[in-house]
């Protein structure tokens, strides 16, 4: 039967819209211009921020906070604010030279993205960091476990070599992190052969333990990270999922089943025994799922052996009356489903509910008939995504549940061409695209677009904005390798996209029916805004004195009554040099007796993640083959992303702006009472006065600290030393001047892109950029094209175009492409 939607529907079904604003209402995803950089180089990105049910482009924030942090340690490396515009946001970060080789993510947060509870993270990629991208050092690691808990040691073996020679003196530096904690570091140096090998004690309580491996010799620098099972061998887990939820007796059930080693994948092939008989053969067909059918019998003992194991696996419990709910077929209109149940329950009266991120699009009403029901869902009434469906009894109580994915083909296509399908050194290249939606339609789209030398593609993340959206963000833990279920070129992703959502089970939905209702409502507690406090002893100031090292006299910030003011984002957008500062407006008793309090958005957000759990998707891929195929070293030249120069590395956000100098500067000088005497002595209190001390310049004075006078003294209490100014923090500065500052909007930066048409000069000059276009921002015309050109380096082999964007409506699409730069003939 063909079920239609209900007047009276349930009460607790159409209870998920309320309970669903207890989510976050705000999703963001994050392009990347590349997924390897160098350091020395700039990290380049865009943020998608999405309405989290709709996916549409939302306006609700306007301030992106940006944290990059290294992956397993969690240690802060940088943070910067971005303005958001229209449900976007881009920008950079430079990467110093000084940062360590490894893996990082880069985290982004809004006042609508993240609430203040204990739910997961995810609004993340993972990026790698090298000292170079073609190390001539090479570094093999191996490990092994010797002992018996709890005496158990890990063997960590390194060898580095040199055009495969071994390489002596290597240093070998290795931390040891347990959760994410470091507990013990070692060091060491290669032997003749190139060896080094360390040991580590390791405890019972030790869990998720890596070892993060850097050696060194000369320039060269690698990383490598290790991660161990710990405290017994490693094991194959191997979970089951019955279809509904339930297994029941004497009803046909369809189970699906997940197989994981060391946290990936792990293909089987297994059998099925019943009271110690075999009766079916279980095989993974894909990332370690697979599926099976099984009419238990009451009373029988059911278990599962893998092939060449030893470790047997108890199917879920087996209940003697219930409900089995069955996905019978997908059509292109309808979602077929049988539902049986071996209970006596005289009530045959059922409600059935679908719901899609939160939202209740129909509750049905129906009849078992001899204690079975076939029903289809109609395709139309419901839209993209990962839908829940819920059978609940006549009380409404929930009884079965399933999570499926319906295909509607709402996304965006984009079909991408270049002007030629290879290139040579430096020549023009155009990128042209045709946005259209699943009718054919062209689109108005928003599109981030990247090219880059294949080299710098990281294995480690290779998501993107659908995969990242509809899946990713709607399942609780690690997907893995979730953009193949939305390659069009895999044939069976439907089929093992269905295995995944039943794997992951519906209580695993982020926003299934018991997690909305058993969740209580998180709370924003980050502002789009800069918040802040003045107390006084005496009289609170009516007003702040706003300024930038670059634009003094910003508008004068209100102050209510309270002592309350806030600093809104077009007066942070005003500086370009990275901070606002803020001081009391009024007498000087009234600034005297004026203490600023700001608050801090990052510091609520370092305490927020400390509750949640920061969670990625997983890649399983084979090594990547790619090399570089001329990059020839010229001395002296530090090879950037964008442009060579030779120059020193560039410091992150690490420097002292103009108006700090300037306050520096007045507390060095006007604040520094000290002078040298007529007699050449530091403050002589026989002279009173005298010039101003030479930093650099060489003064008597006592060693005691006493005042010195004229007349007799001994040599033995006499210190020369040359002199030197106050040093001081840029918070002893703030503080000394009464003035508070605030991290404003990152600085602006155009990516460097040549024009060799408009300087055809610059073609002599060598060109080693391995990012060779990185726009934001191509919006596609109501036609729903857009081209772009740029050059090419100097740089030969693969390149990698990547494009990703949304429109309007919140239709998501990606592309990627491939062109070839040869060397000249």
Known sequence: MTLKAQDKAAKRPLQLD????????????????????????DLWFKAYHMDSRSFEPSILDTTMYLQLRQE????????????IKNGFSDGHLQLPDTIPPGNYI???????????DSTEYKSLRRLKIMKRIQSQLQVEVSNQITGIAPSEEVIVNVRAMMQKVPVKNAKVAISKFVAGTLTTQLTASTNANGQATLKFKL?????????????????????????LPIGKAETISLNFFPEGGHLVAGEHNEVAFMARQDGKPREVVAQLLENGKPVATLKSVHDGMGKFSII???????????NGQDNSYKLPLIEQSGTVLRMIRQTDRNISFLLTRNNTDSNKQVFISTQVRGMTFAVYKAQLLKDSLSFNLPKEKLPQGIIELTVYNADTIPIVERLIYLD????????????????????????????KNEKGEPVIGHFGISVYDALYQNNLDHSNIAAHAQLTSQIRGSVTNP???????????????????????????????????????????IDNHVRGKITSRTSIPEALLAFTPDRYGLNPIEVAKNGSFSISKEQMALSSQGYIYVKPLGTEEVIKNATISISDAFDKINESLNRKKIISATFVDSEKKDTLTSLPKLPGVVSLEQVNITAKAIQTRIYRDKYMAKLDSNARFSGNFDYVGKCGWLNCGSCGSGTKPVEGVSYSRYKD?????????????????????????????????????????????????????????????????NTLIWNPSVITNEKGEASISFYCSDITGKFIANLEGIDSAGRLGQAKLLFFVKEDK
């Not at 880069?106 to 203040?116: K, Q, T």
């Not at 238990?296 to 893998?306: F, L, S, T």
């Open 18 to 41: 309320s309970f669903a604003n207890h989510k976050a209402k705000q999703l963001i995803y994050l392009q990347l211009s590349k997924g390897v950089f160098e350091t020395g180089e």
């Open 296 to 306: 238990p019998k009451k009373g029988a003992q059911y278990i599962v052996k893998i």
């Open 483 to 525: 953009e193949y279920y939305f390659d069009e070129s895999n044939k069976e992703r439907a089929f093992f996209l269905d295995l995944l959502l039943m794997t992951q089970g519906w209580r695993k939905y982020q926003w299934g029916g018991d997690e909305l209702l058993n969740s209580k409502a998180g709370e924003n507690f």
């Open 106 to 116: 880069l985290m982004a947060f809004s006042r609508s993205a993240i609430l203040n």
């Open 203 to 227: 405890q019972e309580a030790d869990e998720n333990v890596w070892f993060d491996i850097q050696t060194s010799y000369q320039q060269e620098v690698v990383n490598n990270q290790l991660r």
């Open 705 to 769: 600290g006493r005042v010195p006078t004229h007349g007799s003294f001994s040599y033995n209490d006499v210190l020369k030393t040359p002199y030197e100014y106050p040093n001081y923090t840029d918070e002893q500065l703030l503080k000394l001047f009464n003035i508070h500052r605030v991290q404003s909007f990152a600085k602006n930066k155009v990516f460097y892109a040549p024009d060799y048409e408009q300087h055809p000069e610059e073609k002599n000059l060598a060109d080693y950029r």
């Open 408 to 435: 509607r083909g709402e996304k965006i296509s984009i079909n991408a061409n270049f002007s030629q399908p290879e290139y040579k050194k430096k020549d023009k290249v155009v990128l042209s695209l045709v946005a």
């Open 72 to 83: 397993h340690t969690r240690k802060l490396i940088a943070q910067e604010k971005f303005l």
